[in-house]
């Protein structure tokens, strides 16, 4: 399983997003972009071909899975998705490496220059 433990050392900051919002729900792309700016208002536009190009890599690598369609309150119908283990486990593994950053971080803000 040498290709999961690649993907999750290489989960772009949207693609992290992305996990952290399906870790709590199934959604479709639209509703996980209206999540993520909701969560990081002063955050970068989330543009819909990459965020939908990003849903597509982290399902092809197994990090989240198609879990059916829903409508919209229009009658459009849209593929929701949710997190797979392995997404839980990239999830984690981008925890752990963000922290160890931030510790970084923190060390710099007190050393002298």
């Known amino acids: 399983m040498a290709a999961t433990a ?3 050392s290489s989960i ?3 693609e992290t997003q992305v996990l952290l919002v399906l870790a709590s ?6 509703g996980i972009a209206l999540e993520i700016q909701k969560r990081d208002p ?12 990003r849903l597509h890599d982290l399902a092809d690598r197994g ?11 229009k009658g459009r119908a849209r593929k929701t998705f949710s997190i797979t283990d392995g997404g839980r486990e990239a999830l984690a593994s981008q925890t752990s490496r963000l ?3 931030v510790d970084e971080l923190r060390a710099a803000e007190g050393s002298p220059e």
């Open 6 to 8: 690649k993907s999750h």
């Open 12 to 14: 772009s900051m949207l």
């Open 25 to 30: 729900t199934k959604l479709h792309g639209y």
């Open 42 to 53: 002063d955050g970068p536009k989330i543009y819909p071909t990459n965020l939908y190009r």
């Open 63 to 73: 990090l989240i899975a198609n879990s059916g369609t829903e409508l919209d309150d």
């Open 99 to 101: 922290a160890g950053f």
